[in-house]
Structure formats: structure tokens, C-alpha cells
T-cell receptor
Framework: ETGVTQSPTHLIKTRGQQVTLRCSSQ?????VSWYQQALGQGPQFIFQ???????GRGNFPPRFSGLQFPNYSSELNVNALELDDSALYLC?????????????FGPGTRLTVL | QQQVKQSPQSLIVQKGGISIINCAYE??????FPWYQQFPGKGPALLIA?????SEKKEGRFTISFNKSAKQFSLHIMDSQPGDSATYFC???????????FGKGTHLIIQP
């Protein structure tokens, strides 16, 4: 059984550009959540997808958007990048009912905005 | 508004000692309380989690103590080892599609 994987590992963008980050959920997990972790801080919840629909969102603006695909892989898209978007972006997957609160994190994508 | 407050910010413990990290929460709708361990350059790894219907949960050297009335919970690491040196995060979650709310983290150093 493979764990949560994310790509790319590192990414450098310029302010104003757009970026897409990718995540493959752990086998058998149908819920995916995305978090932003600034340096020296705890992760902050961006949003959650279940059955290809966003069903929960944290305090992030609409330029943060996502997709979930039928194979439970997911994308995080960020438009109009700002310097403060520089962070580690984490994807977490959760199993179906029973342990739905349990979230398993991937290694993250380090985004640097110049 | 910080909904989960974690302390201390950093902690140094001698090898073989007990490491204790504390968290307090405000939202009474929280009903799931996990602890995560994170090494530099890695994603958080789930260590242990508890729900409010029990006051203590133990898995190996890791124990969560939970005080519902005080809205506090803590992580105890027994027989701390240098390999335990990492950043530890407490978190809390309510029902439904709420995400995890994390504390700010504790940087733990175990001295050999």
C-alpha cells in the first residue's frame, strides 16, 4: 500500500503567476484535504474534497481552488501568486467512514514566490 | 483567533526522560484530538489521537492525557530518545468537513 504522494517537491514562481500542485491519495482513501504551512508555523486548513466536490473550506480567498478526480487524486491551484503564498503545501487523505477524521499527510510541495 | 494553544514553544529533555507538551482549546465542538510529529523537510506523521470519551490513551512510549472540563490535552513521551527530536503539533477537529486546527508546534530536542 502506497502512502500519500505529492508533486513537484519544490517549485519557484514569480508574483502574479499561477501554480498547480498535485496529490495522489493513499489507496482506499476518498477524502483529500489541503493545508498551507508557513515556515515555523502549524499547517492551516485550505479546503477539503469528497466525491469530487469541495465540502469544507478554511479562511482562504477564492484564488485558492482545487479539483478531485475519480481516482481520488487531487490538484491545488493558486492564481495571482503573492509573496505570502510562499509555504509548504501539504495534502492529506482520509479513509472512508469509520476513521474519517484520521488524516495522513504527504511530504509536501515547497513553493517559493519571488 | 488561535483556537488551539500549544506550549512550550521549545523543549530540551535528557535521553531517557519524559517529554511533556501541552495544548488547550476553545471550541467545544472539537471532538477529535491528534498529535503529529514532523521532521525537517517532511510532512506531519500521525502519532496518536484521542476522542473526548476517554481521559487517557497510550500507544507504546506515547500517551495522551485529556481533560474535557479544562479543555486541555497533553502528550507524554516516555523514555525519550534522540530519534524523538522533531517538531510536535497538537491538533483538533470538529465533525463533518472541518479541517484540522493545529497548534503552533513544539520543537523538541532530546540530548544524548
Amino acid at each position: 500500500e502506497t502512502g500519500v504522494t505529492q508533486s513537484p517537491t519544490h517549485l519557484i514562481k514569480t508574483r502574479g503567476q499561477q501554480v498547480t500542485l498535485r496529490c495522489s491519495s493513499q489507496s482506499g482513501h476518498n477524502t483529500v484535504s489541503w493545508y498551507q504551512q508557513a515556515l515555523g508555523q502549524g499547517p492551516q486548513f485550505i479546503f477539503q474534497y469528497y466525491r469530487e466536490e469541495e465540502n469544507g473550506r478554511g479562511n482562504f480567498p477564492p484564488r485558492f481552488s482545487g479539483l478531485q478526480f475519480p481516482n481520488y487524486s487531487s490538484e491545488l491551484n493558486v492564481n495571482a501568486l503573492e509573496l505570502d503564498d510562499s509555504a509548504l503545501y501539504l495534502c492529506a487523505s482520509s479513509p472512508t467512514s469509520g476513521m474519517a477524521d484520521t488524516q495522513y499527510f504527504g511530504p509536501g510541495t515547497r513553493l517559493t514566490v519571488l | 483567533q488561535q483556537q488551539v494553544k500549544q506550549s512550550p514553544q521549545s523543549l530540551i529533555v535528557q535521553k531517557g526522560g519524559i517529554s511533556i507538551i501541552n495544548c488547550a482549546y476553545e471550541n467545544t465542538a472539537f471532538d477529535y484530538f491528534p498529535w503529529y510529529q514532523q521532521f525537517p523537510g517532511k510532512g506531519p506523521a500521525l502519532l496518536i489521537a484521542i476522542r473526548p470519551d476517554v481521559s487517557e490513551k497510550k500507544e507504546g512510549r506515547f500517551t495522551i492525557s485529556f481533560n474535557k472540563s479544562a479543555k486541555q490535552f497533553s502528550l507524554h513521551i516516555m523514555d525519550s530518545q534522540p530519534g524523538d527530536s522533531a517538531t510536535y503539533f497538537c491538533a483538533a477537529k470538529g465533525g463533518g468537513a472541518d479541517g484540522l486546527t493545529f497548534g503552533k508546534g513544539t520543537h523538541l530536542i532530546i540530548q544524548p
